[in-house]
């Protein structure tokens, strides 16, 4: 087996002579379970890709009733969600987006810090 990424979280092996892969994470630090292929693309994406929203610098929109607010960094929602001041289902976008198509939804935000 030859290493190809490592880090805290995630060891991944390639398996000699083959194009297959060993996918090893670090239940201790990760708050949910592993138990299929689903599971693993879930937690990479969140993981890798989906927590750069969270990103200090990051602002976002939120729409709620057809109105559009912000901008507003990840932890201001998130803190406006707790105080049910804003509704969790809100599709929300990156200030680099140019519309809701990604489907993005404050909750989503939640998910990807607690992880």
């Not at 990156?94 to 935000?109: H, I, P, Q």
């Amino acid at each position: 087996m030859q290493q190809s990424i490592k880090s805290e979280d995630v060891l991944i092996m390639n398996l000699d002579g083959d194009s297959s892969y060993a996918f090893f994470v670090n239940e201790s630090k990760y708050k949910g379970s592993i138990n299929n292929i689903t599971d693993l693309l879930q937690y990479l994406e969140i993981k890798y890709l989906q927590r750069t929203f969270l990103e200090p610098h990051n602002k976002f929109f939120y729409m709620e009733f057809y109105k559009e607010y912000g901008p507003y960094t990840a932890d201001q929602l998130l803190h406006k969600m707790q105080r049910r001041k804003l509704n969790p289902l809100c599709l929300i976008r990156s200030t680099k987006e140019a519309d809701y198509s990604n489907g993005m939804r404050v909750r989503d935000l939640q998910k990807i810090k607690n992880l």
